[in-house]
């Protein structure tokens, strides 16, 4: 449970960056071959067993570019289209530490080390007429784990007045949206997307002109849960 807390905190810092920050854009990235599904006369080597773990490339888990999409800035040191495993996770790490007040940083580096984590990817996508950014992201580490954050994350934006309620996502009742408060004269708006899917946190960030088209946000999200098996 405190690492669930901590993890809160970090989830916390996220959002409000989000829209509070002020970090430069990175420059679009070309567009690369999307990725294929497997095809039904050979065994898949991507997907979700009966007991919710997955397996497979998180590349391959995480959705393919959709058409109107082309491959977008790199997710700050991630890239735009990577997975992470073994050192590399070390990184990955230090990104999220990054996000949280430093008085914290200590304590979220101590329940991270019992989280297990055995994987980060990362695909961000850009609309072909430049008006939305996304960045999806599925990080693989225990179950319970992950339950926990989603349910965390779920509690926290009940109890901050810092969200808004962003849509919901039809077929998946636990995924929850998130839009920050509204401030006179935002020339961007921005949503949020969480979802515990077994034993991944899936998570989508998208940035776009105001207003943002939230039926493309929901569309992008319910696309990523669906792929990774999940069904109403």
Known sequence: MAAAVLLGVGIGEVVIRVHY?????????????????????????????????????LRDLLLPVPDGYRLGPDYKSLGNDGEFVGADLDRAQEEMLAEVPEKYRARLKDALSTLHFTGVGVRSLTRFDNRLTAALKLTRFDQQAVSEQNALFGALVDDSDLFRRGPDVPGHPDARCVLPALRAGDQLDYVTCYSAVGDLLVQLRVEGVAPIDQNKVVDLFRRQLDRLGVSA
């Open 21 to 57: 920050g002020d970090e430069p854009a990175a420059p679009a990235a070309a567009a690369a071959p999307v990725v294929p599904a497997p095809s039904a006369s050979t065994p898949a080597p991507w997907g979700a067993k009966s007991d919710g773990t997955h397996f497979g490339s």
